[in-house]
């Protein structure tokens, strides 16, 4: 039986919830809403870059928040290699 795939819904979402509000959810401030399945899919890039950069470089993200762990970049990586799924 092969692994379970990493969904945006499921596992991708609660990340972005937990992390990068307000300033990226409907009612923030920037124009990347990473609460919308289509803005996310289309910056996923963008994104495991700036989460990986270390806190003070220029671009990290979450700004002024903690480093996501390697879990957490880990299940964004999966979810990238799983083809971004919204849900099963």
């Not at 990226?24 to 990986?52: C, E, F, P, T, W």
């Not at 990586?77 to 919204?86: R, T």
């Amino acid at each position: 039986m092969s692994p379970l795939k990493t969904t945006y819904n499921a596992d991708v979402k609660p990340i972005f919830v937990a992390n990068c509000t307000p300033c990226h959810m409907a009612a923030g401030y920037n124009s990347l809403k990473l609460d919308q399945y289509a803005q996310s899919k289309a910056k996923i890039n963008s994104i495991l870059d700036r989460v990986q950069r270390n806190p003070g470089s220029t671009g990290f993200m979450p700004n002024g928040g903690t480093k996501l762990s390697d879990e957490k970049i880990a299940i964004l990586k999966k979810c990238l290699d799983d083809g971004l799924l919204e849900k099963l």
